[in-house]
């Protein structure tokens, strides 16, 4: 019986590689001392695995960005504007792009808060194998003794994420799919010569519905894999969500192993892997413990699991559903959090000995981990029994909610115009979706205020200093509807979480994003009310020195929950449906403090959307639901608006429209607009501000660029319809990029008004 996982987090403890990596780019370090620094962080991964004991090594998902860009590198898979360079120029290009090369589209991943670079293929794109960094992991895994089972994205998954820039508008990714597996075939071959026994090929895409080209392109994949007579030992891997009837695919399939997520599995995907015939003879990789979940293990259930879904097996080994990517690096260290919740907790190394004692149990039996057993079945019925998360009050107004609630009154068109006479705003009308740079300044006057080092009133008064600065630069520059820039918010989500009761902040936390983005999830562990009013003083504050009107700044109840650690215990629109309501207060709260434009964002709508066609509508109406019980609250006059970034947007199109939001902005500049014709074919009539200037990028777009991506937009939606503003928040951007790009997309805006 083997212990495993998928994968281990890629950033650090203490972040060192986002750390590394941006030094980097600030030129504090050379390219040497980069290398040297990744080097390090790649080997204590190693060693962390090993020392918790597993008996088996993920190698090949560590990155220095993202692991699809990883595998469009790997495979050569390389735009032709940035083929001209190499290198980790040539990676970090197509990762951020430059002054003036475009970076590839981001989007994101599965159903997860994780963001991937997704791959851009034509019909004429053509494969060449780039081993080298897989290849180094591997010899340093080798070095150390470490028993390396080598993670690849798999051929079929990784042509599905991709997109088409092709000409040609019937070509599909797909399509490449033999070009592609000669280059797997290469690979396999040189991870052999290097005496790898085991590789495995991440499918997830097998866990969505699959349309027949693409289902008969994975059967064909392990096939043409399969067959090959000079290769490692295969494993064909899916995750994030049940096989479904695509089971027969990975089951059957010539190859010698497949790990399943059981985590995500129903009752029926059990019990078909257990009597699956496809099975006999191969090794079965349990995903049992699962991989994005921060509760601990029911370890019963778990050995129970893997010994029913094993029985027709050859070997029966346990590992993560998926890899601890997701999941923050060690509770030993969050030495602030409630013992109480803390025994309920499993972060990754945690989890490692959850697994490792599981796969002890499966081998040697009960009596080897009773102690073990009994403290786990202890620690649930505490869970089970103890009423301090518990609030009685807040379940009383959750369920007493009515369908009038989560409804404005007055159709959207009265409401517009009655908008529109009370704010006066012209003809694409400018503004940014909330954050302003995050200093060292502020950062440093947020830490010393937390550590107790300035009072109260001497950080609130260097906020205000903040806020008068941000609303200055933004009436010099001559935007139309200001925000207050969010200088008092360390992430748009853990700022709300820590003024809700029943949500609990870390304090080390952190779980990569995108790249060098981390954030630290909030652990929603009881039931959630506000504690007071959260934005409306610095609201107020910001709306006292401008004429102009002042956007409260919201995050939804659905990202709060998506990008939140969230109880298990109850279904999740119980759980939003409480966030809602709390939110609903603030709302309320600032309208009456006068604020007249309010932005509640959903970014994650689209994130949470299950994998499977056939859930969508029940996830969707509590998703709804939220987003409107949470702004329906208002007169007609104020202006809810919302915000969505980085998504597949047209799989939600209907949703964006049910929520019966005034105005929606949403990324826009990296896909070249693809959303505004989804919106226009759907016939959607509110207000669109597609973002013009791609923020996640260093580039600074020119008038022209904006000017072109706003008529392409009010070409399709209609001038009175069309907001100009950024893809999203400007928190992680510099003044020095700030200030020229929002100069340029004022100037793009009274170009196109004319």
Not at 455 to 480: A, C, P, T
């Amino acid at each position: 019986m083997v212990s495993t996982i998928h994968g281990y987090p890629r950033h650090g403890r203490d972040r060192q590689l986002k750390k590394a990596i941006e030094g980097y780019w600030k030129g504090r370090i050379d390219q040497s001392a980069l290398l040297d620094q990744v080097r390090d962080i790649r080997q204590t991964r190693l060693r962390t695995m090993v020392e918790a004991g597993l008996d088996e090594i993920p190698v090949g998902d560590f990155s220095l960005y993202d692991h699809v860009l990883d595998t469009a590198t790997l495979v050569g898979a390389v735009p032709e504007r940035h083929a001209g360079l190499s290198g980790l120029d040539r990676y970090f290009a197509m990762a951020r792009g430059t002054d003036s090369i475009e970076p590839l589209e981001m989007t994101k991943w599965f159903n997860s808060n994780y963001h991937y670079l997704v791959p851009e293929l034509t019909a004429a794109t053509g494969f060449a194998l780039d081993p080298g960094s897989l290849l180094e992991q591997v010899d340093e895994a080798i070095a150390q003794g470490v028993t390396p089972r080598v993670i690849l994205v798999g051929p079929v998954s990784f042509l599905s994420l991709s997109t088409s820039v092709d000409q040609d508008a019937t070509f599909q990714p797909i399509q490449l799919l033999e070009r592609l597996l000669a280059v797997y075939a290469e690979l396999l071959t040189a991870l052999a010569e290097r005496g790898v026994a085991w590789v495995q090929l991440d499918e997830p895409i097998a866990a969505t519905d699959l349309d027949a080209q693409t289902a008969a392109g994975l059967t064909r994949s392990l096939e043409v894999l399969g067959a090959l007579t000079d290769r490692p030992k295969l494993v064909v891997a899916s995750y994030y969500g049940a096989l479904g009837e695509n089971l027969d695919l990975l089951a059957n399939a010539p190859v010698e192993g497949l790990a399943v997520d059981l985590s995500a599995a129903g009752r029926a995907d059990v019990e078909a892997l257990r009597a699956h015939p496809g099975l006999a003879g191969k090794r079965l990789i349990a995903g049992v413990v699962d991989g994005r979940s921060v509760w601990r293990t029911d370890l019963d259930a778990a050995l129970d699991l893997a010994r029913t879904v094993g029985a027709g097996a050859a070997s029966v080994d346990v590992s993560s559903s998926c890899t601890l990517l997701h999941l923050p690096h060690d509770l030993t260290r969050e030495t602030e959090l409630d013992p109480r919740l803390v025994a309920q907790l499993s972060f990754a190394d945690e989890t490692l000995a959850e697994i490792v004692t599981l796969a002890r149990g499966l081998a040697e039996g009960d009596e080897a981990i009773a102690a073990e057993l009994a403290a786990d079945r202890q620690r649930r019925e505490t869970r089970r029994t103890e009423t301090w998360l518990r609030d009685d009050a807040v379940r009383a107004r959750a369920a007493a909610v009515t369908e009038d609630d989560a409804r404005r009154a007055t159709p959207y068109q009265e409401r517009a115009a009655a908008q529109q006479a009370h704010l006066g705003l012209p003809v694409a009308p400018t503004t940014t979706i909330g954050s302003f740079p995050q200093t060292g300044e502020i950062r440093k006057a947020r830490a010393a205020w937390q550590a107790g080092r300035i009072d109260d009133e001497s950080y609130v008064s260097q906020m205000h200093d903040e806020i008068d600065r941000v609303i200055q630069l933004q009436e010099r520059i001559g935007l139309d509807v200001l925000v207050h820039g969010e200088p008092e918010r360390n992430d748009m989500v853990a700022y709300f979480a820590d003024q809700l009761t029943g949500i609990f902040a870390t304090r080390h936390g952190w779980v990569q994003s995108y790249g060098t983005r981390c954030v630290r999830p909030p652990l929603i562990a009881g039931d959630v009310a506000r504690k007071h009013p959260m934005t409306v003083e610095w609201t107020t504050w910001a709306q006292s020195r401008t004429e102009r009107p002042v956007k409260g700044m919201l995050t939804g109840p659905v990202t709060i929950l998506a990008w939140s650690f969230v109880r298990d215990d109850q279904p999740l629109g119980e759980t939003a449906r409480q966030v809602a309501l709390a939110l609903r207060d603030e709302v309320v709260d600032l309208e009456a403090a006068g604020t007249a434009v309010i932005q509640v964002d959903e970014p994650a709508l689209r994130e949470l959307l299950p994998l499977r066609r056939a859930d969508w509508q029940a996830y969707l109406d509590w998703a709804v639901e939220a987003f409107r019980l949470s702004t329906s609250g208002v007169q007609d006059r104020t202006q809810i608006h919302t915000h969505m970034c980085y998504a597949e947007f047209g799989d939600v199109i209907g949703a964006i429209d049910a929520l019966d939001a005034d105005v929606i902005s949403l990324e826009a500049a990296r896909s070249a607009m693809a959303v505004v014709d989804e919106l226009a074919a759907d016939g959607y009539s509110r207000q669109v501000g597609p973002g013009v200037w791609d923020i996640h990028s260093p580039r600074v777009p020119d008038v022209e660029e904006m000017t072109t991506l706003g008529r392409t937009a009010i070409e399709r939606l209609g001038r009175d319809r069309v907001w100009i503003n950024p893809d999203c928040g400007l928190k992680t951007r510099g003044y020095d990029e700030v200030e020229p790009a929002l100069e340029n997309l004022v100037a793009a805006a009274r170009a196109l008004r004319s």
